[in-house]
């Protein structure tokens, strides 16, 4: 962010407010004249996406919220209320539920992004742990809005969730009553759960300016994973950005679209739609599908203190990658082996989240613990070894030389055109 | 403190110390209420004990109680099923206990366990699996006809939870 002079407004009192609080200033100079990397691909469209998502969740909950009810007794019958009697109620909830599903869609993305091109790697790490940061808020913000409507699947995956704390060793017991206000889960537990659904979505939106502080301390990554060298090597934010993202965000939001309106209950449990019954537990529980690939980690391992490390320490890990990747070559474009490797962890992680649809029986079992080594094996093994090991590509002195056609003057359409590489 | 050079700590580090301590003793007194609001409260604690009227409990049957909001099994035990429950060495068990351990002198064919798999909570489906007891049906735990786990991920036995014969026909839990 460079100095306030560059931002004059022509108005008169724009120009007297700007004196005083430069947000015109801020505006201009992140999102309008913001250099970014001339070469960015779709795949960098997903931060504005889940911001855009994020806006998404808050309006749409803030609204239902209006409607809703968290009390065990009457939770249930609110959401049916919001779905058959609040005008356009059934909207907002669709809106609401299956854009939970597409902020994951988008953050996992955003995520395997980051790990093809090397984003987590100096000078990121702070902007990628303060990602990791937000993906874990996000966790627990789905999470504790899946109980609120306190059908059988809020209620088991409520219970089923936070007993992963009871084998914390003597503690445990006294951790789990304490989250749950009881014995069992019950209205003290949805009573809290819905004051942290209202709050976390707005740490989340705090750790988000973070994150784009940071992001644009450090400047974007690209494609390449080489630095901005000259001005040659990047393109305004607007229009180039601005509108390859509101683009991306368009063709998203059609994907969005087609749930709400078509299946608006494709991605849920049938089950959700029968009240909370302590007394019975539906005969197949499972996650929403954002967090099968952790469900299976869990249980694939036959033990319940170390099952429930593996779960945390697979999204821990991810905090640690910046030092776990001893490779000084960012982008997987560069490094024949790791890009096997990454491929690999994408289908394993695939695979670990159908196996965690599954009954944890014969193969299945087998076929999650061999998944669940290679997703550690990946962070803790290869990653650092392959560092060491791998001859990398030869990488193109800049941006612009890899991009441009050569002589390497900016034609008009060069902008444009450099998404081809992608 | 970070000030000062001289090699003996001055009146001024003692100052500073005192007040970190005792502004580190107010942060813990005002954030304690805030964490304990959290704990079951009086009226949950006030809801901790059932009666159950065992006469119409056929043998074989398994009945579900409420007790603290979690379910709680009374299983009317066959003499089969004491049988297999006792035949068993401790030695093959994941959480050695002996059934006689497991229930009340005299009422041997009443088995009372919290029906809360031990693994992460779900609720075990009677006379099912291969120990002829429990099975959980989220991650496959196995129980005998004592509640013992028999088979993991469930790392211990299904809870006994405190509870007492007030006849031969009427237990009082909690
Ligand atoms: C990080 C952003 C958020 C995510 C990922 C999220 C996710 C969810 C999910 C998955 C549900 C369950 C939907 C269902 O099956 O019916 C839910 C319900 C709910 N959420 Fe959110 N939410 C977010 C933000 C918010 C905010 C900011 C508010 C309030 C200000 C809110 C209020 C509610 C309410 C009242 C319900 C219960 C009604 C219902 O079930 O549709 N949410 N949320
Ligand atoms: S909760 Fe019973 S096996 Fe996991």
Redesign the pocket.
């Known amino acids: 962010m460079s100095g306030h002079s560059s931002y004059q407004p022509q108005n008169r009192l724009l120009r007297w407010f700007e004196a005083r609080l430069p947000v015109g200033w801020l505006i201009h100079s992140s999102f309008v004249a913001y250099p970014t990397p001339r070469n960015l691909n779709y795949w960098w469209t997903f931060g504005g996406i889940l911001s855009f998502m ?1 806006t998404v ?2 309006v749409t ?2 609204v ?2 209006m409607h ?1 009810t968290p009390t065990a007794t009457q939770a249930f019958d609110s ?1 049916e209320h919001i779905m058959r009697d609040v005008n356009y109620g059934w909207l907002l ?1 669709y809106l ?2 299956n854009g ?1 599903s597409m ?1 994951f869609l988008a953050v996992y993305i955003h995520m395997f992004r980051g790990l093809y091109y090397g984003s987590y790697k100096e000078p990121r790490e702070v902007l990628w742990i303060l990602g990791v940061i937000i993906f874990f808020l ?1 966790m627990a ?2 999470f504790m ?2 109980v ?2 306190w059908g059988q699947m809020s209620f088991w995956a409520a219970t089923v969730i936070t007993n992963l704390f009871s084998a914390i060793p003597i503690f445990g017991k006294g951790i789990t009553e304490w989250l749950w206000g009881g014995y069992a889960v019950d209205n003290p537990t949805l009573q809290r759960f819905f004051s942290l ?2 709050l ?2 707005f740490m ?1 939106a705090g750790v988000v300016v973070l994150h784009v502080w940071a992001l644009h301390v450090v400047g974007q990554n690209n494609p390449t994973g080489i630095d901005v060298k000259s001005d040659k090597d990047t393109v305004p934010f607007t229009p180039y950005a601005t509108a390859k993202d509101g683009f991306a965000l368009v063709c998203f939001l059609i994907l969005l679209a087609w749930f709400v309106f078509y299946i608006p209950n494709y991605l ?1 449990h049938p089950d ?1 739609y029968i009240p909370a019954n302590p007394l019975q537990t539906p005969p197949h529980i499972v996650p929403e599908w954002y967090f099968l690939p952790y469900y299976a980690i869990l249980r694939a391992i036959p033990s319940k203190l170390i099952g429930v490390i593996a779960l945390f320490a697979s999204i821990a890990v991810l905090a640690f990658l910046p030092w776990l990747d001893t490779s000084k070559v960012r982008s997987a474009r560069y490094r024949p082996l790791f890009r096997q490797f990454f491929w690999i962890f994408v289908i394993c992680c695939i695979g670990l989240g159908y196996l965690g649809s599954k009954q944890p029986e014969g193969l299945y079992v087998i076929a999650a613990r061999i998944l669940t080594a290679y997703y550690f094996l990946y962070f803790l093994v290869i990653l650092p070894v392959l560092g060491l090991i791998e001859r990398p590509k030869a990488v193109p002195a800049s941006i612009s030389e890899a991009v441009l056609p050569k002589g390497g003057a900016p034609v008009a359409a060069g902008a444009a055109a450099p998404d081809r590489n992608g | 403190m970070a000030a000062t050079d001289t090699a003996e700590p001055s009146r001024r580090d003692f100052l500073y110390i005192a007040t970190a301590a005792v502004g580190a003793v107010g942060a813990a007194a005002t954030v304690w209420p805030l964490i304990s609001q959290m704990n079951p409260d009086a009226s949950v604690l006030a809801l901790a004990l059932a009666e159950v009227d065992l006469a119409p409990i056929a043998e074989g049957q398994i009945v579900t109680v409420k007790w603290r909001g979690k379910p709680v099994f009374i299983a009317h035990r066959t003499k089969k099923e004491i049988e297999e429950a006792r035949a068993v060495p401790l030695a093959q068990l994941i959480d050695p206990q002996s059934d006689e351990a497991r229930v009340k002198k005299g009422h041997e064919q009443w088995l009372v366990v919290v029906g809360i798999c031990t693994h992460l909570g779900c609720v075990p489906l009677g006379h099912q699996g291969s120990y002829g007891g429990w099975f959980c049906p989220c991650h496959g735990s196995e129980y005998d006809t004592s509640g013992r786990v028999r088979r993991s991920p469930a790392p211990y036995n299904l809870e006994v939870p405190p509870y007492e014969f007030a006849s031969d026909t009427l237990v009082r839990i909690g």
Do not use: E, W
């Open positions: 994020l969740q808050i909950g803030v239902l919220t809703f959401v909830r609401h539920a939970g902020f996000m913000s789905a809005g899946y609120l409507p659904h209202y976390l979505p989340i849920s959700n």
